[in-house]
């Protein structure tokens, strides 16, 4: 692998997606009047989750909120700007939980990666929505060259999270790269363990153990002296 992460983590799979306020079922909010431009961009939220960005439609959108279409225009200009605005939204949560998990949770670094780790994983298993809009962001990207540029800036940021948090544990920058690598992958992988029905609570603890103690906590036992 190379030292740079850049190219590397393109392509993977959220880590600790920042979580997006859930939409109000539809019947609750039948006036048009009542709705803000927030209403519309759950509303969106959600039918990526479900069906992708191809089914992020106004006329659906309005059909779910209960509400004509001409009320959307109240609040975006068109279905661009929706979509504009989704992304920037998401972009700004993720910004925002990467500089909280910048913050070291504890004195420990590898309690800290620790916790990291728990609670990345906290976030398998039956509520996935995070995840599967990450998902449909990534095919969206695999078309619009700025959704692509957008998630990659995201994945670089993730990587520097995790190989500064490695880089407590050892001083060597290519090892903590190297180290935050293999996490991001062990983190993909749980998650899709996690993802499959019936997932039970036992698999989400067996992970977090043999992550531990497989790729954290060796980290902080130095190397056994070579004979001379």
Do not use: C
Not at 97 to 125: C, F, I, M, T
Not at 136 to 149: E, F, I, T
Not at 170 to 199: C, H, N
């Amino acid at each position: 692998m190379r030292d740079n992460p850049q190219g590397f983590s393109k392509n993977f799979i959220p880590m600790v997606p920042a979580p997006h306020p859930s939409p109000t079922p539809a019947p609750q909010r039948a006036n048009a009047a009542r709705l803000n431009r927030d209403d519309w961009l759950d509303a969106a939220f959600e039918a990526a989750v479900e069906h992708g960005f191809d089914g992020v439609r106004v006329l659906v959108l309005a059909d779910t909120l209960g509400v004509t279409r001409g009320s959307f225009y109240w609040h975006f200009k068109d279905h661009a700007e929706l979509i504009a605005a989704l992304l920037q939204r998401w972009r700004a949560a993720e910004a925002a939980s990467n500089q909280r998990l910048q913050q070291p949770a504890s004195a420990d670094p590898v309690q800290d990666l620790e916790q990291l780790l728990d609670a990345a994983l906290a976030h398998g298993g039956t509520d996935l929505s995070n995840m599967r809009f990450e998902l449909a962001l990534r095919g969206l990207g695999r078309r619009d060259p700025a959704v692509a540029a957008m998630l990659l800036e995201v994945d670089q940021a993730r990587m520097a999270l995790f190989a500064g948090k490695f880089a407590r544990i050892t001083p060597d920058t290519k090892t903590a790269i190297d180290l935050a690598a293999l996490f991001y992958l062990a983190i993909v992988g749980s998650f899709q363990a996690l993802s499959r029905p019936q997932a039970a609570h036992p698999t989400k603890q067996y992970l977090t153990e043999i992550i531990g103690r497989y790729l954290i906590q060796p980290q902080a036992t130095p190397p056994a002296p070579q004979p001379a």
